[in-house]
C-alpha cells in the first residue's frame, strides 16, 4: 500500500475522533480507517444531508416524531395503520427526542397521524394521538397545527435500534428522565403499583411471548426457568412481565402464586401479539399494562431480561438495574455487533 495513502487516510482518522457521537442505523457495515475516503465525513449516515439540515431548521419548524411516515417498514402504512408495540414506539420518542436535542429542534410526538395498536376512540381528543393518553408533551396539539413549518422525522433518524452498551442506554436514560413525563393519573396508577416494589426485594423477570419470535429468536423458557430458580433464594418475590397466558401459567406451576407476582392484564393464548389483536377494545389499558409492567421491572433488585423493547425501556428507566440478559447465539452476535459498532462511532471511525 502507497505510504501517501497510509499518511492520508491516518490523517482522516485523527480528524473523525473528533466527531460527536452518532445515530447509528441499521443493516449497516463496518469499514476499517484504511478504507476511508476522502468524502468519508460526508458519507456518514448520522450527519444530515445539507437539504435535510436547511429543511429542519427553518424558522418555527416542529420534528413530528411519528410512525406511517413514506419511509417506515410497516406493512400496513398504506391503510394508515400501524402495528408495533408500545415500547417500540415508546424507544422511537426516545430516539427522537435525542435527535432533536442534537439538532436544537422543536418536537412533538404525534402518534395520531394514523391507527396505531394503542389508539383508543374512547380518548379522542381533538386527534387519536395515544402519546398523549400517558405523557405530557411541553407543546400542545393546538401549536402544532399553528405553526408555520412541520418536517416529519426519517426512518434512520428515530430507528429504536436497542444498543446494549452502558453508556448509550445511560444517554437514552437521561433522556428520558428530563424530557418524557408521565401524566399525573398515569404516575398515581404505576406509582400505587410500585409500592409492593419499594418495599420488598423482587426478582424481576421479563419473556416475550407471542408473535415475538418474528423478530428475534426466543430463548427456551426452561433455559429462563433454571435461571430464576438459580437466584430466587436471594428475594422475597418473583414478578413476572410477560403477554404470553401459556408462559404465565408454566411459571405459576413452577413457582406457585405465592412466590409469582404478575399483573392482571391482556394475554394472548394463540401466538399472536396482544397488541395487534383487535378484539380487545381497550387500547388506552393495553398501553398502560405495558407500561406499567415496564416500570415494574425497572423497579426489582435485579431482573432477567430478554431482547425485548420492554426489557430494554426498563433498563433506560434504570440503567443501575443489576441484569442478566438471556439470549441466543445468533441475538449475542447481533448485540455484539451492535455494540462495536456503537464505540466504532464513539470514535469517530465507522462509515454506515
Ligand atoms: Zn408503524
Excluded at 416529519?152 to 448509550?168: A, G, M, Q, S
Excluded at 420488598?200 to 423477570?205: N, S, T, Y
Aim: net charge positive.
Amino acid at each position: 500500500m502507497p505510504v501517501r495513502f497510509l499518511l492520508k487516510n491516518l490523517f482522516m482518522l485523527k480528524v473523525n475522533i473528533n466527531i460527536q457521537p452518532i445515530y447509528v442505523g441499521r443493516g449497516s457495515f463496518i469499514k476499517l480507517p484504511l478504507f476511508f475516503s476522502s468524502d468519508y465525513a460526508i458519507k456518514k449516515k448520522h450527519q444530515v444531508s445539507a437539504l435535510r439540515y436547511q429543511d429542519l431548521k427553518r424558522k418555527d419548524n416542529i420534528y413530528i416524531i411519528c410512525c406511517i411516515t413514506r419511509d417506515c417498514t410497516c406493512q400496513e402504512k398504506y391503510k394508515k395503520q400501524c402495528t408495533r408495540g408500545f415500547f417500540s414506539l415508546y424507544l422511537q420518542a426516545v430516539y427522537g427526542i435525542r435527535f432533536a436535542l442534537r439538532y436544537k429542534l422543536t418536537y412533538y410526538i404525534d402518534f395520531g397521524n394514523g391507527w396505531y395498536s394503542y389508539s383508543d376512540p374512547e380518548k379522542f381528543d381533538g386527534d387519536m394521538n395515544f402519546w398523549n393518553y400517558y405523557f405530557d408533551q411541553s407543546l400542545q396539539r393546538v401549536e402544532v397545527y399553528k405553526a408555520q413549518h412541520s418536517t416529519l422525522d426519517l426512518y434512520y433518524e428515530t430507528y429504536p435500534l436497542r444498543i446494549w452498551h452502558k453508556k448509550f442506554i445511560r444517554e437514552l436514560s437521561d433522556i428520558t428522565r428530563k424530557h418524557i413525563v408521565l401524566k399525573e393519573d398515569v404516575k398515581a396508577i404505576i406509582e400505587h403499583k410500585l409500592q409492593i416494589f419499594k418495599q420488598q426485594k423482587i426478582l424481576g423477570v421479563h419473556i416475550r411471548g407471542t408473535d415475538h419470535y418474528t423478530e428475534m429468536e426466543p430463548v427456551p423458557v426452561s433455559r429462563i426457568i433454571k435461571i430464576i430458580d438459580k437466584k430466587r433464594k436471594k428475594f422475597d418475590k418473583i414478578f413476572l412481565a410477560t403477554d404470553d397466558e401459556s408462559i404465565l401459567h408454566t411459571l405459576l406451576n413452577k413457582f406457585g402464586s405465592d412466590a409469582l407476582i404478575y399483573h392482571q392484564a391482556s394475554r394472548s393464548s394463540d401466538k399472536v401479539g396482544v397488541h395487534t389483536n383487535t378484539i380487545s377494545h381497550n387500547r388506552y389499558q393495553l398501553g398502560l399494562e405495558a407500561l406499567t409492567d415496564c416500570y415494574c421491572l425497572a423497579h426489582c433488585a435485579e431482573a432477567v431480561l430478554v431482547h425485548s423493547n420492554l426489557s430494554y425501556t426498563a433498563l433506560v428507566l434504570n440503567p443501575h438495574l443489576p441484569y442478566t440478559l438471556m439470549e441466543t447465539r445468533k441475538s449475542m452476535i447481533k448485540r455484539v455487533k451492535t455494540n462495536l459498532l456503537y464505540t466504532l462511532d464513539r470514535w469517530g471511525i465507522r462509515i454506515l
